[in-house]
């Protein structure tokens, strides 16, 4: 595991700006959401990315405030983050993904025998009203999925607020648990909770054995790729 860069500096930021960071995502989803239905598109296109708007609006608060907390408070995204690309780390996050497919589909399994059922997703829920509305919608969310998403979620929970466990003396199990809890729960998707909850671990490993929140990015995205090329060709 690589050594945090200059270990002994402790940014200002903390879980005030985790807490901070998801208010502020719900806030903006709930007024996008008020306001696409009181003064939103007729049209079916207008409609469709409408749906896809309403996907965006809330990183404004995802990724926003994170990216103004290391500016303000801290030396950076880059550094307090730790948003690193080296080869390794674009490997490790690959084979992550691929674990995390793997962990995911299994658990998927589990549920859907349980529950008798089989379930979908948020994300397909808007794609099914898109897919015959507007081609180029579709394209656009299936891009929100594969490069978006990942960017975005792991600023907020393998950046932001998994550097806060650290900061406030987490033990490293600890903070990738912690973390891909409140990932999983903030895509408000109960049945689907466990399968997210086995994927964030997952991408949670990756960004304590190598330190970089570019790994858990780059396994969120070989996560997040199936299910992109499957909307992109609906």
Same mark, same amino acid.
């Given at each position: 595991m690589s050594a945090p860069a200059d270990a002994d500096r402790? *940014?200002?930021w903390g879980f005030g700006d985790v807490g901070v960071t998801l208010l502020l @995502?719900?806030?903006? &989803?709930?007024v996008a959401a008020a306001l696409a239905t009181a003064v939103g598109p007729q049209s079916a296109t207008g409609k469709a990315w %409408?749906?896809? =708007?309403?996907?965006v609006v809330p990183w404004l608060?995802? /990724?926003g405030w994170p990216l103004w907390a290391a500016w303000h408070k801290g030396d950076g995204p880059v550094s307090d983050y730790r948003l690193r690309f080296t080869r390794p780390d674009v490997g490790w996050g690959v084979l992550g993904g691929l674990a995390a497919l793997v962990a995911g589909a299994l658990v998927a399994a589990v549920v859907t025998a349980l529950r008798? /059922? *089989? $379930?979908?997703? @948020? =994300?397909g829920d808007v794609a099914a009203e898109t897919t015959s509305a507007s081609r180029g919608a579709l394209v656009a969310l299936a891009?929100? &999925? =594969? #490069?978006? @998403? *990942? #960017? =975005?979620?792991?600023? /907020? $929970?393998r950046g932001l $607020?998994?550097?806060a466990l650290e900061k406030f003396g987490q033990p490293a199990l600890w903070c990738v648990v912690w973390s891909s809890v409140a990932f999983a729960g903030f895509h408000f998707e109960l049945v689907r909770f466990p399968v997210l909850l086995a994927i964030g671990l997952v991408i949670g490993v990756v960004r304590w054995r190598t330190g970089s929140t570019g790994a858990a990015m780059v396994a969120h995205l070989t996560v997040n790729l199936p299910a992109a090329v %499957?909307? /992109?060709t609906m």
């Open positions: 402790r *940014p200002g @995502a719900l806030l903006l &989803a709930s %409408a749906s896809v =708007v309403l996907v608060g995802l /990724a008798g /059922a *089989p $379930f979908g997703s @948020a =994300v891009l929100t &999925a =594969v #490069v978006g @998403a *990942p #960017v =975005v979620e792991e600023l /907020a $929970f $607020f998994y550097g %499957a909307l /992109a």
